[in-house]
């Protein structure tokens, strides 16, 4: 089946916001290349339960396309028109199963070397796309904040050190109630500007409190979903034969309700939680890992105001010793690892955060908690300096919201 | 269609040149090394029993992490103990596919393999082991792949028809041995052990080919199955094991054609950083110290070229489609870039090429080197250590 073949009974098995997307956009869609079209439906499949931002954006892609003049859209088409594909592709379900059909298509770009010429095509549209957008206004600037190294007291390790080029390493901080003070800074961003989905709290261990206006993940409140996934994913693994594609498939069609999630009320929330662990890899296991996926996620998808994230001791990789004997039943922590874990990670948000409109305005704080080591990025701060004058972290918070 | 933007605004071309200078930058600074320049600091007649190491990263280590001045504490002894020996290469470009399986494939081919990297399938194009082996007449114990990976069991010998059934290497996975020696002694829980492929949640292909089983490997090795679980338990990770057996296959065989490919770096996947590091850190004391081994057996010493390299990089930090470290596949020029060390007899010291090689040069330089003629592979010869 190929895109001019759509009909509006083609999405009958979408939610409804996306289906009535499909019905509205069905002719523009049927002039689109194969290799192209499963991007949007991919979307548009489970639109009903995406963030704003999210679906905004769909809509603003489809408007994009929509007014453009035939022969511009064409010229736009063509390098993804260009793409030979398989007659595989082109005969599998794409309409329903289009997360299935560019894992396929991927793994056929790569192979037949095509996926320069993709990658190029895609970053081309993109970047087309983005430039046609109105300036994104943000009601604040952005603001990100990493704390990490609990259970660390002391460490030879060179913390900050991507970051610190981007802004001034303070080597002086009273860590004293610094997470308290950043519980009160995040409590009266969300007062400040109560909107959906701006103001995000993700956490490594357990959440002691959900504060007022935050969107808050935590990976604890998470442990019985990873139990049920890594039961699925294990009883795939000592299958007499193991199809890793197979189970990426079998974990990207696996809904709240399959695994027994509660429902929160927030179906977006909910199935965005669950993408973290069926679509994330490590998230399953580490959960410095799931905090630095999260975090990503929830800018990419979310473009938040404000994103806080809390690195906790992840588990310990075991030894060939214990992995033989099948002893340390016990999960042990590894604390000096897990704050490499989340010094990297810190940078890794800073970086997503560039991503982002008001990237020039963007202010950042990266805490070594307990400790009184930090970066503060925002654009009054010198970049790339130290400054050793005695402060603590209410003042940090003040300078890189307001320098 | 995913929505990112891309703040960097140079071109492929001109990263990859950013990243051979950098390379080249810090190893001049480090080592003192010189471009173009005449070596002489040794220039030892090679022997003619000439024998070649091969030894690949599954899983490449970024620039950040090495070469640059943040990550030169993660690879002490390569900069302090093997750069200085070597003729190295700043821009070796892997062209193909990003999996880690088909990608050792094809630098063990000479040619861009495309099958399915997850697939339990043998390479279409003849390896270096059956050019070695059929057109120098070596016997099956002359060439061997150790390859902590159970996808890696068919890499010894291809489809081909010219080649293929018993012209190949023997393929050692150390992770399967131990998985046979423990069905023995009955003991519990090494499910982690085996979960060998990062990238895939995990993976277990069909077995088959020409891998060596466990009894084989006793009475090669001339160790007791108990006392090869012994000595795994006191090492920290399968590469560690792969190295082992590599020594005890150095010392009982010798063979003149030895492939290691080591693995642990790629716990990358998983996203930990630390463990990551901790890989690149252990794969670059496994290295010094098979060199070492090197110098140090009767056999390989001074008649032995070592090659070291990773099969390919890692995702850039500003690559849009990526997640920084953690993945190789967008297919920007960070993650298609590496580098090669080249340490031996006749191999200039001190010495930096930085003109782009390709993967598929591997093996045509290994058929000048070794005397075979691999007259199927696309790539060429690298002259400057031949």
């Known amino acids: ?403 | 269609m995913p929505r990112s933007a891309n703040f960097s605004n140079a071109s492929p071309r001109q990263v990859a040149a950013a990243i051979s200078r950098s390379r080249r930058d810090f190893l001049r600074q480090a080592t003192g090394a010189a471009l173009f320049a005449p070596s002489a600091l040794r220039a030892i007649a090679a022997p003619s029993a000439k024998k070649a190491v091969v030894v690949t990263f599954g899983g490449g280590a970024r620039d950040d992490e090495t070469f640059n001045a943040d990550g030169q504490d993660n690879i002490p002894r390569m900069l302090a103990e093997l750069a200085p020996r070597s003729t190295f290469f700043t821009q070796v470009v892997n062209r193909g596919i990003l999996g880690h399986y088909v990608a050792t494939a094809s630098l063990a081919t000479g040619v861009y393999e495309t099958f399915n990297n997850f697939a339990a399938v043998s390479p279409d194009n003849p390896t270096v082991f059956e050019y070695f082996r059929k057109d120098l007449k070596r016997p099956s114990t002359d060439a061997w792949v150790i390859a902590p990976s159970n996808g890696f069991n068919r890499i010894g010998e291809s489809e081909h028809k010219g080649y293929g059934k018993g012209l190949g290497a023997g393929v050692i996975l150390p992770k399967r041995l131990l998985a046979a020696a423990l069905a023995h002694g009955g003991a519990a829980d090494f499910n982690h052990l085996l979960r060998d492929n990062y990238e895939s949640t995990s993976f277990s292909p069909v077995i088959g080919g020409n891998d060596v089983e466990l009894q084989q490997l006793a009475d090669i090795f001339k160790v007791s199955i108990d006392d090869f679980i012994s000595h795994a338990k006191s090492l920290a990770s399968p590469d560690e094991l792969s190295v082992y057996i590599a020594r005890q296959l150095m010392k009982r065989l010798a063979p003149s054609l030895l492939w290691i490919t080591l693995h642990d770096i790629d716990v990358a996947h998983s996203g930990a950083f630390s463990l990551y590091l901790e890989g690149i850190r252990r794969s670059d004391r496994l290295c010094a110290d098979l060199w070492k081994t090197i110098q140090s057996e009767p056999e390989y010493a001074n008649k032995t070229t070592l090659f070291i390299l990773p099969d390919f990089g890692r995702d850039s930090d500003i690559s849009p489609g990526g997640n920084g470290f953690q993945h190789h596949r967008t297919g920007d020029a960070t993650s298609r870039t590496t580098w090669m060390m080249v340490l031996g007899p006749g191999i200039r010291e001190n010495h930096i090429v930085e003109r782009p090689v390709d993967s598929t040069d591997l093996v045509p330089t290994l058929g000048t080197l070794l005397g075979f003629s691999p007259s199927l592979c696309h790539g060429q010869p690298m002259l400057e250590v031949v």
Request: hydrophobic share 40%.
């Open chain 1, 1 to 403: 089946m190929l895109p001019k073949q759509l009909t509006a009974e083609s999405f009958n098995g979408y939610p409804p916001k996306g289906r009535a997307l499909a019905a509205a956009n069905l002719s523009l869609l049927q002039t689109m290349p194969l290799a192209f079209v499963p991007f949007l439906l991919k979307d548009m499949l489970v639109f009903d339960w995406k963030f704003p931002f999210e679906q905004a954006d769909l809509t603003n892609q489809f408007a994009y396309l929509n007014k453009m003049f035939e022969g511009d859209r064409e010229r736009t088409m063509r390098p993804f028109a260009e793409l030979k594909l398989s007659d595989k592709l082109e005969n599998s379900d794409w309409v329903n199963q289009p997360a299935q059909f560019l894992e396929d298509l991927s793994a056929h770009l790569w192979t037949t070397q095509q996926m320069d010429g993709f990658r190029s095509a895609s970053e081309d549209y993109v970047r087309r796309f983005n430039d046609s957008l109105p300036a994104e206004e943000l009601a604040m600037p952005r603001l990100g904040i990493a704390v990490f190294g609990e259970g660390v007291s002391a460490t030879q390790y060179k913390l900050f050190r991507k970051l610190r080029p981007n802004g001034v390493f303070f080597s002086q901080v009273n860590p004293a109630n610094g997470k308290e003070t950043i519980a009160e800074a995040l409590k009266a961003r969300a007062a400040a500007h109560n909107i959906p989905y701006a103001h995000w709290s993700i956490e490594g261990g357990a959440l002691r409190a959900a504060p007022a206006g935050l969107v808050c993940v935590d990976y604890d409140g998470l442990t019985e979903v990873r139990s049920k996934l890594a039961a699925m994913m294990l009883s795939a693994y000592e299958a007499a034969k193991f199809d890793p594609e197979k189970l990426r498939t079998k974990l990207a069609a696996v809904t709240p309700q399959t695994v027994g999630m509660k429902d929160s009320g927030d179906g977006a929330l909910d199935r965005f939680q669950l993408s973290l662990l069926t679509e994330g890899s490590g998230t399953q296991i580490y959960s410095t890992t799931f905090v630095q996926w999260a975090a990503r996620e929830a800018l990419r998808r979310a473009h938040p105001l404000t994103i806080y994230t809390r690195y906790a001791p992840r588990q310990k990789e075991r030894t060939m010793d214990e992995l033989l004997s099948g002893t340390q039943k016990k999960t042990a922590t590894d604390a000096e690892g897990s704050m490499i874990d989340g010094d990297m990670g810190a940078y890794c948000t800073w970086v997503n955060m560039q991503r982002l409109p008001g990237a020039d305005d963007a202010r950042f704080l990266a805490w070594f908690e307990g400790h009184g080591e930090a970066v503060a990025i925002a654009p009054g701060l010198k970049a790339g300096t130290e400054d050793a004058t005695p402060t603590d972290i209410a003042g940090l918070l003040k300078r890189v919201q307001y320098s």
